[in-house]
């Protein structure tokens, strides 16, 4: 049992270039999350997918494109990346989202230079 | 909208201190509250919720009490240990929100033996 898997774990990118972040979860959970942490800000939800076939924008969501390919997997997509995307990114899932607890993976460290 | 505050950090205690480490909230209706810990080089994991008033959420020694009439939800810990150095963030999820976590800013936590 795996929980949350992140590929890549890092990455560098120049001013323009375009990426997939992958995340992938085994434990059957039906929402998932996509946050950005930068220094002395906390986490912010870019967006999630309350379940299979559906997604929403969160706090900071300008500059992402969100799928989520089946109930697994949940891609966050960086169509023209931009120094100011430069953070770690962090997957999440849970298994119906309110107070359910939310399952983290490593996280991807992503440079945009 | 929902907000997070936590101390600002880093706090630094020798092993054995008593350790506080305040949060309030702001929210419409009631929120569920949580504290996730972050070890260095790893995902978030939870530590602890509270889903109602006056409500006590536990694990491994440390101890947050939900409290709706002063908006709080500070995490204690009688006796720290070297391996409790982490980043803690406090959160919250808000009714038929979809799970969505808002997080404060992170505290730095770290225990010198």
């Known amino acids: 049992n795996a929980g949350v898997t992140q590929t890549p774990k890092f990455q560098v990118l120049k001013t323009g270039q375009s990426m997939t972040l992958q995340c992938a979860q085994d434990m059957n959970h039906n929402s998932m999350y996509w946050y950005r942490q930068d220094p002395g800000m906390g986490l912010r939800l870019i967006y999630y997918?309350?379940?299979?076939?559906?997604?929403d924008k969160g706090e900071v969501p300008n500059g992402y494109n969100v799928s989520r390919l089946n109930k697994r997997e949940f891609s966050l997509r960086l169509e023209s990346a931009a120094p100011s995307q430069t953070s770690v990114y962090f997957c999440?899932?849970?298994?119906?989202?309110?107070?359910?607890?939310?399952?983290f993976g490593p996280g991807t460290r992503l440079t945009v230079l | 909208g929902n907000s997070v505050t936590q101390m600002e950090g880093p706090v630094t205690l020798s092993e054995e201190a008593f350790l506080t480490i305040n949060c309030t909230y702001t929210a419409t209706g009631y929120p569920s509250l949580f504290w996730y810990v972050q070890y260095p080089g790893e995902g978030l994991q939870l530590l602890l919720k509270?889903?109602?008033?006056?409500d006590k959420g536990s694990n491994k020694g440390f101890e947050a009490t939900y409290r709706k009439e002063t908006t709080s939800f500070h995490l204690e810990k009688g006796s720290v240990q070297v391996s409790d150095s982490a980043v803690y963030f406090c959160?919250?999820?808000?009714?038929?929100?979809?799970?969505?976590?808002?997080f404060g800013q992170g505290t730095e936590l770290s225990v010198k033996p």
């Open positions: 959160a919250l999820s808000g009714r038929n929100q979809g799970g969505k976590l808002i």
């Open positions: 997918s309350a379940s299979e076939g559906t997604t």
């Open positions: 509270a889903t109602k008033a006056d």
């Open positions: 999440a899932s849970s298994d119906s989202g309110g107070a359910d607890t939310q399952y």
